[in-house]
């Protein structure tokens, strides 16, 4: 099963949305609604951020929001603020009981 | 609060075992509602899920590791370990432990990672 695909890099200046897309399969991405993102910042454990390609958990910003079309996901952050810079990863269940992560976008705040 | 915490050797030999244990406080292990799983990350790479377990033992291995890997549930200690046989420096990575949620299939508590080195 092959790593997710997800853009290297995004940037934006402060205040301006991004997006950050995630493509897959039937399946995985487009078979469940089990798309989950993380965030994680230099030398620390990544941490939750949407779960269920869009429900965000308790504690994380309304700026988070995911959504999905066919076999891609997104994430979105709104608002972008300098504590958003860290790197982001999408990941899906898939067929056979297994777990795929993307390879990982890197967001810059300019 | 949960809390989970790898512990282990920071340090493999080439072709050796990597054993490592993940202690859940604050919780019991021993729960349906949840898968406990180990992801590891390689320096300067990506996350790679390498498998889960429930607490009634059943386990769920990524392919590519399916012949090396062993992940095992002690419910009397709250405690669940990984097992990767014959490591090579290919296997070298911060290793995580995490709560796996059955329902939702996310990852909602991490441990703070352990770094794990094959090297002779």
């Known amino acids: 099963q092959s790593a997710l695909t997800q853009p290297a890099s995004v940037s934006g200046s402060p205040g301006q949305s991004i997006t950050i897309s995630c493509t897959g399969t039937?399946?995985?991405?487009?078979?469940?609604?089990?798309v989950s993102w993380y965030q994680q910042h230099p030398d620390k454990a990544p941490k939750l951020m949407i779960c269920e390609d869009n429900k965000r958990p308790s504690g994380v910003s309304s700026r988070f929001s995911g959504s999905k079309s066919g076999n891609t996901a997104s994430l979105t952050i709104s608002g972008l603020q300098a504590e958003d810079e860290a790197d982001y990863y999408c990941?899906?269940?898939?067929?056979?009981?297994?777990?795929?992560f993307g390879g990982g976008t890197k967001v810059t705040v300019l | 609060q949960l809390q989970l915490q790898e512990s282990g050797p920071g340090l493999v030999k080439p072709s050796e075992t990597l054993s490592l244990t993940c202690s859940v406080s604050?919780?019991?292990?021993?729960?349906?509602?949840?898968?406990w799983a180990w992801i590891r990350q390689p320096p300067g790479e990506g996350l790679e899920w390498i498998g889960c377990?429930?607490?009634?033992?059943?386990?769920y291995y990524i392919t590519s590791l399916k012949s090396r890997v062993t992940i095992s549930v002690d419910t009397s200690s709250n405690q669940f370990s990984l097992r990767l046989t014959s490591v090579t420096a290919a296997d070298t990575a911060v290793f995580y432990c995490a709560r796996h949620l059955v329902s939702g299939d996310a990852f909602d508590v991490w441990g703070e990672g352990t770094k794990v080195t094959v090297s002779s």
């Open positions: 604050g919780g019991s292990i021993s729960s349906g509602d949840y898968y």
């Open positions: 990941c899906s269940y898939a067929r056979g009981s297994i777990v795929i």
């Open positions: 377990v429930h607490y009634t033992g059943r386990a």
């Open positions: 039937s399946s995985d991405v487009g078979g469940y609604n089990l």
